[in-house]
């Protein structure tokens, strides 16, 4: 029993009318794991959510909740609470009642009741406001209540449907490790929906990318950092530079790769089999690329960029440049580092990097 | 804080100002000074004398009228906030956009109609030969009498009241967060539980306004007591007609008149204390 993932997705299509919300949906949970799925607005996520709370109804394809299937079970007969985005805290009823109010539905005792809710109450730290109303308390007092309203029944796995993008920056940071501090002392799953890079790979064990009602990529923060799968991945994170070319010669150890501004020298990846002559798309990212004025020697790739801008807030500056052939370019340097090139608009500098910091695209 | 309202918005509710000291407060005092006039060969004299409230105040007939007035509007407002909620219910939540806007005018056109027509109308339905008599005489049931009685008036209530109710009813349910039914639900608690437990206490100011509403109308009517209860024995609203046609006794009238409205005020005042009572400390 305990070796079967919490949740699976089995082929799960959802369409609305003749709109495709989540197409093809097809990954597991595994016990114990907090896990983000992340995409812009529309791409599915929250939709993937309801589907899993029962508050919508897959169109193809099974869910499986602990090994049981549960497509067109209701919401009240399943055990997957959930925080909404807008809270969803009852106004009418004080805090208490508030998080009371599952267990009043699952026939616990009165005593009982009250007792296990000032005890969520006090492990969230807003006891002192059990018999406030929910009018009468602040941002992150609520999301208090919401989590333990949800929690309070003590439930396998806890469903989030982006439940910290009301609260400003600050707080925003502190509910996060609140979070991720009671997921890791529960050892429950947490299934997160956000839009947050931030969030997302700050919490999670494991973050779905999503885009258009497609699964893009499933990974560790670091594993789609350091490999993102696609360009679209690879633009989602926005630090990375995607190059488009064919392969020119695939030896056992560099690919040449040729593109419309040169040739390019990789690192020949594992994983990835191609033929000489296909098309291959390869991310470099911003950190590992270095300028220098132009005619400085350079063994490694190297490309003539024009400075378009810079920003330079932070501990580190981000530079934007565009080659010849119009493709835009981000250099992310300390400052330190780029004291010793001009940076002002206009000026054409050399952008360059290793070959072993060319991540091939496997998706493309 | 400045609290003082400004010269610009003065200027627009000063008209409404007017109006109401003109047409409300004004007349008000001047019942409340009426009621202590006296009348003498059926000429009314201005006076300060307490014989008016004494003598309505001492009558059983009155006191008898006044609860049969007030539990008429209180069961008129139960019944037709009962009856109105599943319909309510039925288009806030279950129709498309396009159907509730249709109900919503569909709940207005009543009010194109004087509501004096739609009652003496009524007449010819719940007569003893009327067409509901007839009806239910085909199935072999009745006839029973619906005119000149309670259930005569209840019904003309029924007709004034309704469709409002419902339209304040589907205004306020509108207004519930669906996030609210969504988590309920989430949390165990099936559709009618929800209703009860959820979208009822979300609602409340809007529920119980509207059930004020099919009260003050009720409790003041003329018209449904009158021809469809038969006017005997009266309510308040019919004592005071009588009052006036007999021996032009506008004092005595006023003193039920500002009972009524005494009454009024403190229902209405009770009810929207009710209605936006919050939980909790």
Known sequence: MLDTPIVHFDNVVKKFGSFTAVEKADFQIARGEFLAIMGSSGCGKTTTLRMLAGLEDPTEGNILLDGEKINGKPTWERDTPMVWQSLALFP????????????????????????????????LGILEFAD???????????????LARSLVTEPKILLLDEPLSALDAHLKVRMQSVLSGLQKD??????YVTHSMSEAFSMADRVVIMSRGKIEQIGTPEEIYREPRNRFVADFLGSSNVFDGSLKSSGNEVWQIETEHSSFTLKAPSEVQKTDGSPVAFAVSSENMSLAAIGTPWAGNSIEATVVGGEFAGASATVFLETDQGQELKVQKGHDELKTVDIRAGQK???????????????? | MNTRPS??????????????????????AFLVALSFWTVRNFQMQPNFDTVNWVKIYSRSVFWDAYFRTLLLASFSAALISLAAFPASYAISFKLGENAKRWMIFVLIIPFFTSYLVRVYSLQVFLSDAGILNAFLGYLGLGPYSMLNNSFGTLTGYATLCLPLVILLQVFSLNFVNRDLVEAAHNMRCGRLRTVLEVIIPSAKAGLVIAGLFAFILSFGDFVSPLYLGGGNPPTLSIMITDITKSGQQWPRAAVVAL???????????????????????
């Open chain 1, 349 to 364: 500098l050399l952008v360059h990097w290793l070959p072993e910091h060319c991540h091939v695209l496997p998706g493309e």
């Open chain 1, 186 to 191: 529960l050892g429950i799953t947490f299934v």
């Open chain 2, 259 to 281: 009972t009524m409205i005494a009454t009024l005020l403190t229902v209405a005042f009770a009810a929207i204390k009710f209605a936006y009572r919050e939980a909790g400390k």
């Open chain 1, 132 to 146: 406030r109303n929910i009018s009468q308390l602040s941002g992150g007092q609520r999301q208090r209540v919401a």
């Open chain 1, 92 to 123: 009418f009823l004080t805090v208490q009642e508030n998080v009371e109010f599952s267990l009043k539905m699952r026939k616990v005792p009165k005593g009982q009741r009250r007792e296990r809710a000032r005890k969520w109450l006090d492990r």
């Open chain 2, 7 to 28: 010269l610009f918005s003065l200027t627009f509710s000063l008209p409404l100002l007017i109006w109401q000291l003109a047409f409300f407060l004004f007349p008000l």
